[in-house]
T-cell receptor, first 113, second 116 residues
Framework: GQQLNQSPQSMFIQEGEDVSMNCTSSSIFNTWLWYKQDPGEGPVLLIA?????ELTSNGRLTAQFGITRKDSFLNISASIPSDVGIYFC?????????????FGQGTRLTINP | GAGVSQSPSNKVTEKGKDVELRCDPISGHTALYWYRQSLGQGLEFLIY????????KSGLPSDRFSAERTGGSVSTLTIQRTQQEDSAVYLC?????FGGGGETQYFGPGTRLLVL
């Protein structure tokens, strides 16, 4: 089945540093999504990407949909304490007439003040 | 409501008991999804409802798991004869529609299930 490889699994950075994480797959996806999950909460959508090559920004967050449609990255600039959490990539694919969402394993971000 | 709501927020049960988890999707959203998230893991797809169509049950891990959606809105996930390995966070999500760019899923806060 479809799988997403998300890396890194965890990051420990200093406040103010930039962050980069990515997801790759052997499958082609028609949509890429990036979610953030805080402790005890459900994932919250950060950025949605709908076209191959698309580069989208949301404040300090920037994400790109790879041109091959098999990968995506998320960058966070000038990290702040509230960026702490688990970030998930998700690829959307049409399987037997239904839109399926496949999640990566997550990147746990820890920030040292 | 403003977002997806789930109840209960936490559930502790004994092995072998049945549990029911409830999801209220965003008003007007026709698609509803259930996922399971084990500790420190990503999300595992369980089941998907789209309007009045038959649900996609391809992700259900065993026949002890079932779900229904009444009136195209509220959904209930039932786990019968719970096992310790069923302990996880069960997340519900809804999206506006199937296809046409309305597939973005919005998640509820989840139900944390602990089977003793």
């Amino acid at each position: 089945g479809q799988q997403l490889n998300q890396s890194p699994q965890s990051m420990f950075i200093q406040e103010g540093e930039d962050v980069s994480m990515n997801c790759t797959s052997s499958s082609i996806f028609n949509t890429w999504l990036w979610y953030k999950q805080d402790p005890g909460e459900g994932p919250v959508l950060l950025i949605a990407l709908y076209k191959a090559g698309e580069l989208t920004s949301n404040g300090r967050l920037t994400a790109q949909f790879g041109i091959t449609r098999k990968d995506s990255f998320l960058n966070i600039s000038a990290s702040i304490p509230s960026d702490v959490g688990i970030y998930f990539c998700a690829g959307q694919i049409l399987v037997q007439g239904a839109q399926k969402l496949v999640f990566g394993q997550g990147t746990r971000l820890t920030i040292n003040p | 409501g403003a977002g997806v709501s789930q109840s209960p927020s936490n559930k502790v049960t004994e092995k072998g008991k049945d549990v029911e988890l409830r999801c209220d999707p965003i008003s007007g959203h026709t698609a509803l999804y259930w996922y399971r998230q084990s500790l420190g893991q990503g999300l595992e797809f369980l089941i998907y409802f789209q309007g009045n169509s038959a649900p996609d049950k391809s992700g259900l891990p065993s026949d002890r798991f079932s779900a229904e959606r009444t009136g195209g809105s509220v959904s209930t996930l039932t786990i019968q004869r719970t096992q310790q390995e069923d302990s996880a966070v069960y997340l519900c999500a809804s999206s506006l529609r199937f296809g046409g760019g309305g597939e973005t899923q919005y998640f509820g806060p989840g139900t944390r299930l602990l089977v003793l």
